[in-house]
């Protein structure tokens, strides 16, 4: 008994000592899974890196925002100097300009007083050579004129037009006396411009200095931020392999990658989102809506979303804006065309100044339902209002936009076969398997059916019930939507 019992502890001995030996070894799969490298070589990164990296990048985003801010500063004191200089420029200018036009008037102020000199010269020459010719002069026009009284007059004309030129002259060489004093002032003042001219030079010379090592540090930064979008994209690829690799964190009917879209309405009491505690709780993608066409939507879907877009993208998501449109009511079919390539442009605007469809970005959305229609707009309108958005999105993005829209209204208004060309996202929450499928049982064929039951969908709305704080949100509800394919092309459509 006593052998068997000292058996029996060995055996357990060493079961334990198996156990451990297993226990290790699927801790260090474990681990080992949790940062590895796939046949592409991208390392997923564990989640104490993810947060590191989402710090990199919230302290890179602050150091770019401080290095623009002195850019816009030292910008704006050089074209504040440059402005000054323009001023100098015209004010030494103008002061040229008189001074010109003062030595050209003393010119001809000197050409006229010679000339009137040469005149009185000449008539002096003529009657007043010496005193004893003036005398004989008076004497002989006495003695000779038939009238003594004929020559007084005469010589008496003679002597108020000597008068008379004397004073012309003075009265000349006064105005020229002034304009010379005036032409000294200007030449102290244009003194006086040339240099404030040369500071204000300087002063150019520097600022342009300076907003050169400015821009030198913000497109080094920038050059940062580029490398951050790097861990960015490993933040999207951990969380996307991380849903391949753990059944339990797939969420969404069909066992497919998930997603989600917000607005203002989940700011309850105007708090934020939290993306961080959202991707950690399996979304993957988000689409925010970033303009709307109707006017008490637009500043809040703007404001919100300039919020939004940066802090999911930098969570780690997928992140898109769709457009909520409106359709202008009693428009003909013909002019829906163009109004639709008017509203694309507010998107198209937004997302630019959002920073762009750089990778990570999803092609921007039209969301057209039936707050899009206008009581009595036909299928015509709301289909050429579409063709016209669509076309000018793909004109000026390069990437296929996607229509947003539920199931009845995509089959009753959107009727032309090339809307087709977009991408599909469809609202359907009545269904968990085929969002083709209506509530009767039945399917409900589309412009983008392959058969009745079978929608060439790319992503779907599945629910607007989602548990909202479970995924970051304030209070209240959540849509989720799926996507229908494979991470492959989900990374493919936001440009990785």
């Not at 066992?255 to 399996?282: E, T, V």
């Not at 409900?444 to 709305?461: E, G, I, Y």
């Amino acid at each position: 008994m006593q052998t068997l019992k000292v058996g029996c502890g060995i055996v357990l001995r060493v079961g334990l000592k198996i156990r451990l030996l297993k226990q290790v070894f699927i801790i260090f799969l474990v681990v080992a899974f949790t940062h590895t490298t796939t046949a592409t070589g991208v390392s997923f990164p564990r989640d104490a890196e993810i947060d590191n990296a989402r710090a990199e990048v919230a302290a890179t985003k602050k150091e770019l925002a401080a290095a623009q801010e002195v850019l816009k500063k030292t910008t704006d004191e050089l074209n504040a100097a440059v402005a000054e200089d323009k001023k100098i420029r015209a004010e030494l200018e103008e002061a040229q300009r008189q001074r010109d036009q003062i030595i050209s008037e003393i010119n001809a102020l000197t050409a006229e007083i010679s000339r009137v000199q040469a005149q009185i010269d000449d008539l002096v020459r003529a009657t007043f050579i010496d005193g004893t010719q003036q005398e004989l002069y008076l004497v002989e026009a006495i003695l000779s004129s038939a009238d003594s009284n004929e020559a007084l007059a005469t010589f008496a004309s003679l002597q108020a037009l000597l008068t008379n030129s004397s004073k012309i002259i003075k009265e000349l060489n006064d105005d020229k006396a002034a304009l010379v004093i005036k032409e000294k002032e200007l030449e102290v003042r244009e003194k006086d411009i040339s240099e404030k001219k040369a500071r204000s030079a300087e002063i150019v010379v520097e600022l342009t200095n300076v907003r050169a090592k400015a821009a030198e540090e913000a497109e080094k930064i920038k050059k940062i931020v580029a490398a951050q979008e790097a861990i960015l994209k490993k933040l999207v690829l951990a969380g996307l392999a991380r849903n391949r690799a753990n059944p339990s964190a797939r969420v969404g009917p069909g066992d497919r990658i998930l997603g989600s879209d917000i607005s203002r309405w989940q700011h309850s009491g105007n708090q934020p989102i939290n993306f961080i505690k959202m991707y950690d709780a399996g979304v993957r993608f988000i689409f925010v809506k970033g303009t709307d066409s109707h006017p008490l939507g637009a500043a809040p879907a703007k404001y919100w979303s300039s919020i939004d877009f940066p802090a999911a993208r930098e969570a780690g998501l997928l992140t898109g804006i769709y457009h909520a449109a409106l359709i202008p009511r009693g428009i003909s079919a013909d002019a829906a065309f163009s109004v639709g390539q008017q509203q694309a442009d507010l998107p198209i605007d937004h997302l630019i100044s959002l920073g762009g469809l750089v990778p990570g970005v999803l092609p921007i959305v039209l969301d057209v339902e039936s707050f899009s229609r206008p009581s009595g707009t036909s299928a015509a309108v709301v289909t050429n209002f579409s063709l016209g958005f669509t076309a000018r999105v793909k004109e000026r993005t390069g990437k296929t936009p996607i229509i947003y829209s539920n199931l009845n209204f995509i089959r009753s208004y959107l009727t032309n076969s090339s809307l087709a060309n977009n991408y599909l996202w469809v609202a359907n929450y009545s269904q968990t398997s085929n969002p083709a499928s209506t509530p009767s049982g039945g399917c409900s064929r589309t412009v983008w059916s392959s058969s009745a039951c079978d929608l060439n969908w790319t992503f779907w709305q599945y629910t607007d019930r989602g548990d909202g704080p479970r995924y970051g949100i304030p209070r209240g509800g959540l849509d989720l939507n799926v996507f229908a394919f494979s991470s492959n092309e989900l990374l493919s459509m936001a440009g990785y």
